[in-house]
């Protein structure tokens, strides 16, 4: 049924929110979203709105934004909690093409109808889980959208995000940065470095590397050709992200923040 039919949240975006609040209790919620407001409203096809009913002939609201940080805009401390929802929102998505590991079985949430979006990027069933260019009105760089599968045996699972896991490998890595290669960048703990070297790689002339955690081609060649001019890098080789480089990226982006 379509908009406003008196809609409730899908159970599965509940167990979502709060894990996020648990892990995140301090995150800012000024992108948060989830029963569709009145731009929503005027499009009845959003998951945003209620269109899709449960057994009882309730509409069911099927999307949710979660907001990536602190303000509007991304900053280093804005993007935690972005990273850490889309990492488990797009392993759980990969679980019924056999991507991931973190969960052993297919989520019943991210079944089919369910799909990510955040920093340009989407990622669905018909993508088979890859990330690919977002061309919407919306960006998604002040949050995370999940839209959860369509069959009511998915989008009221309880079952966990395992945000608390995400989370732990993401801070992990804030507190130290991994010698990364793209034979290792596959692994979730990397998958978050990643995210880190290609925002670092963004400060600079070009600013146009997805930020999506996986070290394909692009990425490796925009570390290959900074390494090329940074003398203070005696390691270079190719791809490899080492501490030297870490460091020099890092003091690159200074100048150009």
Same mark, same amino acid.
């Given at each position: 049924? /379509? $908009?406003? *039919?008196?809609?409730?949240?899908?159970?599965?975006?509940?167990?979502?929110?709060?894990?996020?609040?648990? #892990?995140?209790?301090?995150? @800012?919620?000024? =992108?948060?979203?989830?029963?569709? @407001?009145?731009?929503?409203? +005027? #499009?009845?096809?959003?998951?945003? *709105? /209620?269109?899709? =009913?449960?057994?009882?002939? %309730?509409?069911?609201?099927? !999307?949710?934004?979660?907001? &990536?940080?602190?303000?509007? *805009?991304? *900053?280093?401390?804005?993007?935690?909690? /972005?990273?850490?929802?889309?990492?488990?929102?797009?392993?759980?998505?990969?679980?019924?093409?056999?991507?991931?590991?973190?969960?052993?079985?297919? +989520?019943? &949430?991210?079944?089919?109808?369910?799909?990510?979006?955040?920093?340009?990027?989407?990622? =669905?069933?018909?993508?088979?889980?890859?990330?690919?260019?977002?061309?919407?009105?919306?960006?998604?760089?002040? +949050?995370?959208?999940?839209?959860?599968?369509? !069959?009511?045996?998915?989008?009221?699972?309880?079952?966990? $995000?395992?945000? &608390?896991?995400?989370?732990?490998?993401? !801070?992990?890595?804030?507190? %130290?940065?991994?010698?990364?290669?793209?034979?290792?960048?596959?692994?979730?703990?990397?998958?978050?470095?990643?995210?880190?070297?290609?925002?670092?790689?963004?400060?600079?002339?070009?600013?146009?590397?997805?930020?999506?955690?996986?070290?394909?081609? #692009?990425?490796?060649?925009?570390?290959? #050709?900074?390494?090329?001019?940074?003398? =203070?890098?005696?390691?270079?080789?190719?791809?490899?992200?080492?501490?030297?480089? $870490?460091?020099?990226?890092?003091?690159?982006?200074?100048?150009?923040?």
């Amino acid at each position: 049924m /379509g $908009w406003p *039919n008196d809609p409730r949240p899908a159970k599965s975006l509940l167990v979502l929110n709060q894990e996020v609040n648990k #892990e995140f209790p301090n995150r @800012d919620h000024a =992108s948060d979203g989830m029963i569709g @407001d009145v731009r929503h409203q +005027h #499009e009845p096809t959003s998951d945003h *709105n /209620g269109w899709v =009913s449960d057994d009882q002939g %309730k509409g069911v609201v099927r !999307a949710d934004d979660v907001d &990536a940080g602190p303000g509007l *805009n991304p *900053n280093e401390s804005h993007d935690e909690t /972005g990273d850490v929802v889309a990492e488990a929102a797009l392993a759980a998505l990969r679980t019924h093409f056999g991507l991931f590991k973190i969960f052993k079985t297919k +989520h019943p &949430a991210m079944g089919n109808g369910a799909y990510v979006i955040h920093e340009r990027q989407i990622a =669905s069933h018909k993508t088979k889980g890859k990330l690919i260019p977002y061309s919407g009105v919306d960006p998604h760089t002040s +949050h995370v959208h999940i839209s959860v599968a369509l !069959a009511q045996s998915g989008y009221d699972s309880l079952r966990s $995000w395992k945000i &608390a896991e995400f989370a732990g490998h993401s !801070a992990a890595v804030s507190k %130290k940065l991994p010698n990364l290669n793209r034979l290792n960048s596959h692994k979730p703990r990397n998958r978050f470095a990643v995210r880190k070297l290609q925002r670092l790689l963004n400060y600079g002339p070009h600013k146009d590397i997805a930020v999506d955690g996986d070290y394909g081609p #692009e990425t490796a060649a925009r570390v290959k #050709e900074f390494k090329s001019i940074r003398p =203070s890098i005696p390691n270079k080789s190719g791809w490899v992200v080492g501490q030297a480089t $870490w460091a020099a990226l890092k003091e690159r982006k200074q100048r150009f923040t």
